[in-house]
């Protein structure tokens, strides 16, 4: 009933774990996998980057403001920690990483032998000359994807930015250069400022905003890529209860992946695949029979 089918990954739920939220630690990934269709670890990069000073993450009112800035122990030690999970988890593990160029990128899946899919961080938006530096840009888009999808048989996802004019364009940029499915969206570009001390909260001063108050804005973007692509989508942004979900799937998502909601509780995953499996039992539907169903009706 829940069962969902992307590229050659079999998922038992469509919940998957988003990139980042939980940090990068084996054991926190670990709890959540037992609920979870997948885990989408941290973004990690060649070599290991320090991030931003604090503060980086804040918790708002139906929001979160953060600018982590990418902090990532590198390919090698990451790789041992995730190893460590693989070991205790049969869930699928997607490796997310980031790069400044198709070649760097092309020289990270080989860290991860074990990893079942990765994705491709196109779209943080608050590190410069990664993430959405390239995600803006069709062409170096399409030459990430293609240069690593020369290096391995795993599906490769392209997980894009919503700070586009377009991001249908940069949809199909992935798709010509052989992305498996796109994951939409990333943070909106955000900014919080204190009024007592009249100055930017964030010590990066700029960050992404994530959370439910980006959830009607990500299900736009997921709505709009539907009607131009042929591959997989993954939602995700501001999705908290299984009806978020439903919403994404009839939208065109064929899973979602779920970030900030972890800040509210622990057990985000577990609620929502529950709230889900009651509403199939009782339309007797399969959640696969649901993608894109809304578009039929307008
Ligand atoms: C604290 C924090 C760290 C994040 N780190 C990453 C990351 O390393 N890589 C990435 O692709 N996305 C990262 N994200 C973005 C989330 O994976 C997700 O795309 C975004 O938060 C929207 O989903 P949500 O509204 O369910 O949180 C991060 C988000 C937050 C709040």
Redesign the pocket.
């Known amino acids: 009933m829940l069962e969902v089918v992307i590229s050659d990954l079999k998922l038992e739920n469509p919940v998957i774990l988003?990139?980042?939220?939980l940090g990068s630690k084996w054991s926190s990934l670990a709890k959540v996998a037992e609920f979870s269709g997948a885990i989408?670890a941290?973004?990690v990069g060649l070599n290991s980057r320090e991030g931003y000073k604090n503060p980086?993450?804040l918790n708002q009112e139906c929001s979160?403001v953060?600018a982590?800035g990418?902090a990532s122990p590198g390919a090698k030690e990451f790789s041992k920690e995730l190893e460590k999970l693989f070991k205790v988890t049969n869930k699928p593990l997607i490796v997310?990483l980031?790069a400044q160029s198709s070649e760097e990128f092309s020289s990270l899946p080989n860290y991860f032998p074990f990893a079942s899919a990765f994705?491709l961080?196109l779209?943080?938006p608050h590190a410069e000359k990664l993430g959405m530096a390239i995600g803006v840009d069709e062409k170096a888009v399409k030459d990430c994807i293609k240069a690593v999808k020369e290096v391995t048989d795993k599906p490769v996802f392209a997980?894009l930015t919503p700070n586009v004019t377009d991001i249908t364009k940069i949809g199909i940029a992935a798709e010509k250069g052989g992305a498996d499915a796109v994951v939409a969206?990333?943070?909106f570009k955000a900014i919080s400022i204190d009024v007592v001390s009249r100055k930017p909260v964030l010590s990066n001063v700029k960050g992404?905003l994530?959370?439910k108050a980006?959830k009607p804005l990500?299900l736009r973007c997921v709505w709009d890529l539907y009607e131009v692509l042929d591959i997989p989508i993954i939602g995700?942004?501001?999705?908290s209860n299984w009806k978020d979900v439903v919403e994404f799937i009839l939208a065109g998502a064929i899973a979602v992946?779920?970030?900030?909601?972890f800040y509210e509780s622990y057990r985000a995953v577990e609620g929502i695949v529950k709230g889900l499996n009651d509403y199939l039992s009782y339309t007797g539907e399969k959640i696969e029979e649901l993608v894109g169903l809304a578009h039929g009706g307008v």
């Open positions: 988003a990139s980042g939220i989408v941290k973004s980086v993450v979160i953060n982590v990418l997310s980031f994705e961080n779209s943080c997980k969206v990333n943070t992404g994530s959370g980006i990500a995700c942004g501001g999705i992946q779920v970030g900030s909601a």
